[in-house]
């Protein structure tokens, strides 16, 4: 069986030994803490142990074939049809290789004989450990090459991306990564994580944006059974998961009020508390943070806390929107073209000039590198030639209009009253870039947001709200 959905750290491993011989038991508890540096929790029978792994988050289960009541095979078959996903060690006292060979059938790990030296034991339940998180890294890497877009570009603000990315790859202070929706902000996380120390760690991606407010705290921080209605069992926290890895906050800007007020003691005490528990786990993974917003007008409004953003905003790195980059463009447009057909069940085709010439013209505000890999994908979708032309390109992928004007500069002050203060004229700065964009889309509040590079409508409505933005006549 594999462990899903979350990373196991050796030295914090939790091992459940089930034996209904009490002595064997506890002195397999004590040698694996004593050998392996494991946490431990005994069962005495099959029942007590699918109790246990219903209620708390065990990383590896060491389980006795031979017990009266649920036996090994019980409690191995009870855990696939509940779907409990823990590495299971059989051992046996009788010698028959049938029956272990039968529980590796069922899904065990491996067996081994209650004679076994126990440095044996503590080996396998390492090599057990290794396996699930060899796994669940590979599928990590599988999703982030099936749903990234690469980091690629020769152009001066791309290389400076990846200077910013070498001076600070191991250096463990949080850094704060900002840019448009799809400009690439998490593969900047995973570069800085690839070329760090930490890279044989987890790398835990979490967008804070994404989660029901409900659930923000378990996600990030786990829960024991019981802590909510619908905590059926114990789960490990995005920070217990990414263990001395790092782990990627994308969108931090929406976290909910009271959830930043815990991360914030998290990254000054280096501690989590699980949701209905009481005691305090170490966590050590490195934060890296991203946001399309600016979170200082936040902060400014009282919409972010400004004490968590002096915390992540150590250090931080810009990604530039597609528009500036245009020499990219044919690059990435290169790339896809030759990535894609693959997983579309197509042959690789190239991109004409002409195309190239139609691509580097759009200004890619909607979703920047993300729009134009959905581009390249849709034209070989439409393509059965040996190109992909002009004639390929999706019929919305229209120019951009072009907008009013905005004007940035506040009207001169009368020669009695006092000059507007910075903040002011930032204030009106920003008004007038919403009022802009506003006008261009029609009002239309979802088209304004995705011309803004925002994530959803609702930013936009709480920038307008901020700012006092209303549609003439409403």
Known sequence: MTTAGRRIHPSGAMVLIVDDVPPLAEQYAYDIRRLGGFRTRIAHGGAEGLEILGRE????????????????FDVLRAMEHRSIDVPVIVYTGTGSFDRCVEAVRLGAFSFIDKAEPMERVVQEVRLALRQTDLRQRLGELERGAAESSPLIG??????????????LADIPSPVLVLGESGTGKELVARELHRRSRRQSEAFVAVNCGGIAEGLVDSDLFGHDRGAFTGALKARRGAFERATSGTL?????????????????????????????????????????AATHRDLDAAAEAGDF??????????????????????????????????????????????VTEAALAELRARSWERNNVRELRNTIERMIIASDGPVLDLAHLPPDLARPRPRAAASFAPPPPRADAPAPSYQEQKRAAERAIIVAALQANEWVISRTARSLGLSDHSSLIKIMNRLGVRRPGK
């Open 57 to 72: 988050v065990v990383d590896c289960v060491i389980l006795d074939l031979e017990m009266p009541g649920l036996d090994g």
């Open 154 to 167: 020769e152009s001066a603000a791309m290389i400076e991306v990846g200077a910013a990315i070498d001076r």
């Open 248 to 288: 990627f906050l994308d969108e931090i800007g929406e976290l909910p009020g009271g959830v930043q007020a815990r991360l914030l003691r998290v990254l000054e005490g280096g501690e989590i508390v699980r949701l209905g528990a009481e005691e305090p786990i170490t966590v050590g993974a490195r934060i890296v």
């Open 305 to 350: 806390r400004d004490d968590l953003l002096h915390r992540v905003n150590v250090h931080v790195i810009r990604v530039p929107p597609l528009r500036d980059r245009p020499r990219d463009i044919p690059l990435l447009a290169a790339h896809f073209a030759s990535t894609l057909p693959a997983r579309l069940g197509r042959s690789p085709r190239p």
